[in-house]
């Protein structure tokens, strides 16, 4: 890996080269060369939500909407969790 930068909050751009050579080719001079690449990935999130109000003693998460799912929050239960993936989505951009 030659870089790995972000570019904003969420947007990271890295740019690689290959360990190895091409080798041998028919094309005079380019045994020595190596391949690079780039990429930029963008996260975007999946999800919203309403803040709670800020009444009453009782601390309530909000409940996370994401995509076509609702995610209701307990923290005295942590074994149902949204992963990453439900949370967030990755993709290269343009």
Same mark, same amino acid.
């Given at each position: 890996?030659?870089?790995?930068?972000?570019?904003? =909050?969420? &947007?990271? #751009?890295? *740019?690689? &080269? #290959?360990? +190895?050579?091409?080798? %041998?080719?028919? @094309?005079?001079? #380019? *045994?020595? !060369? +190596?391949? &690079?690449?780039?990429?930029?990935?963008?996260? *975007?999130? +999946?999800?919203?939500?309403?803040? =709670?109000?800020? %009444?009453? %003693?009782? !601390?309530? /998460?909000p %409940? /996370?909407?994401?995509?076509? +799912?609702?995610? &209701?929050?307990?923290? *005295?239960?942590?074994?149902?969790? =949204?992963?990453?993936?439900? /949370?967030?989505? @990755?993709?290269l951009?343009?």
């Amino acid at each position: 890996m030659l870089s790995c930068a972000a570019d904003g =909050p969420l &947007r990271f #751009t890295v *740019e690689v &080269r #290959t360990n +190895r050579s091409v080798g %041998e080719s028919i @094309v005079p001079g #380019t *045994e020595n !060369k +190596r391949s &690079r690449a780039s990429a930029t990935a963008v996260i *975007e999130p +999946r999800c919203a939500f309403d803040l =709670p109000a800020d %009444e009453g %003693e009782d !601390k309530v /998460l909000p %409940e /996370l909407t994401c995509d076509d +799912r609702d995610w &209701r929050l307990d923290p *005295e239960d942590l074994e149902v969790l =949204p992963d990453p993936d439900d /949370l967030f989505d @990755v993709h290269l951009a343009d």
